[in-house]
């Protein structure tokens, strides 16, 4: 469990974070999403006890990040894959971890079959594309065996391949029963992988929302060779509807099952019912107004 508790913080005169409160529950994924400069990756910092706020606070499993006693074994964070030094092997580098934060080598070995790395354990970080750097940057999150997960984009610069193992990845890892708190820009993998989101903008919050109410179903797209007469039966069944110019109805205000059991009663065929939702990018577009904050 991650508690932001009225949570100020300050660059000067920019207020990066802005009286912030939200929690984050474990056994699922929740999505942290914002402009760019909203104040994701600033929150993230304090919750891992990397900057001071001006006031309020950030407890990881109801204490602050510097109370801790074994960090890396309650809370593992990926901020910036590209930060491991070169010359540096996984093994090399994930054992300096484990020794440093006394954690057993056994893990150092799991974390990297748990990444798929084992394969080049041994090979020189200097010679991995961006998508092994991510790898070695999770296997460094998970290397305590924490309850609580913070990802900063892990997804940027990945291929498709990637962008997948790490979605089921952390999927795997909330269905255990852990927290997971990841930032994204990319609206379609977030609506994939998250199950409840925090929205902030500007510092402030916006909507901490599960994600099927920000992507509820807007309407049933109906086809039927005899529209007319069915656009007669759902409007008289309380149902709106719209007709749209290839020759489809737009309904709302009934659900498919309701609409396909009226229109058997009329002895109408139907050539199409599809329930449509409103995409996670839409709703984000709306609420956040698009474009940067700062
Ligand atoms: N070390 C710093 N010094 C000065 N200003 C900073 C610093 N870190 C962040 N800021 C400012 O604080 C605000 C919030 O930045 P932050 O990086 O937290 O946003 P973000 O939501 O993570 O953005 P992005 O999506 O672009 O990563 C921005 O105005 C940024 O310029």
């Known amino acids: 469990m991650i508690e932001v508790r009225e949570l100020t913080k300050r660059y000067g005169r920019t207020v990066a974070v802005d009286g912030l409160t939200f929690h984050v529950k474990p056994g699922r994924v929740t999505g942290f999403l914002g402009p760019n400069g909203a104040g994701k990756s600033t929150t993230m910092r304090v919750i891992l006890g990397l900057d001071r706020p001006a006031s309020g606070e950030a407890l990881v ?26 010359g540096r092997t996984p093994l090399g580098h994930l054992s300096w971890m484990a020794r440093a934060n006394r954690i057993g080598i056994a893990r150092v070995v799991s974390a990297i079959e748990q990444v798929g790395l084992a394969g080049v354990a041994r090979k020189r970080v200097g010679g991995f594309s961006l998508g092994m750097r991510q790898r070695l940057g999770i296997a460094a999150a998970l290397l305590g065996d924490p309850a609580v997960l913070l990802l900063d984009e892990p997804v940027n610069g990945l291929d498709p391949d990637g962008v997948r193992w790490i979605r089921e990845l952390l999927r795997g890892l909330a269905a255990e029963g852990r927290t997971v708190l990841l930032s994204s820009h990319l609206m379609s993998e977030m609506e994939l992988t998250a199950d409840h989101l925090v929205i902030i903008g500007r510092g402030r919050l916006i909507a901490d929302t599960p994600m099927r109410e920000l992507t509820a179903v807007r309407d049933v797209l109906v086809r039927s060779s005899r529209a007319g007469d069915l656009a007669g039966a759902l409007s008289a069944a309380g149902g709106t509807v719209a007709a749209e110019d290839d020759g489809g109805l737009s309904v709302r205000g009934l659900d498919p099952e309701e609409i396909g059991d009226l229109a058997a009663r009329h002895a109408i065929p139907l050539h199409e019912v599809t329930p449509r939702g409103v995409s996670l990018e839409e709703t984000y577009m709306r609420l956040t107004g698009g474009g940067a904050d700062r």
């Open 61 to 86: 499993n109801g204490r602050r990040y510097d109370r801790i006693r074994h960090p890396m074994r309650e809370v593992g964070a990926l901020l910036d894959a590209g930060a491991v030094q070169g």
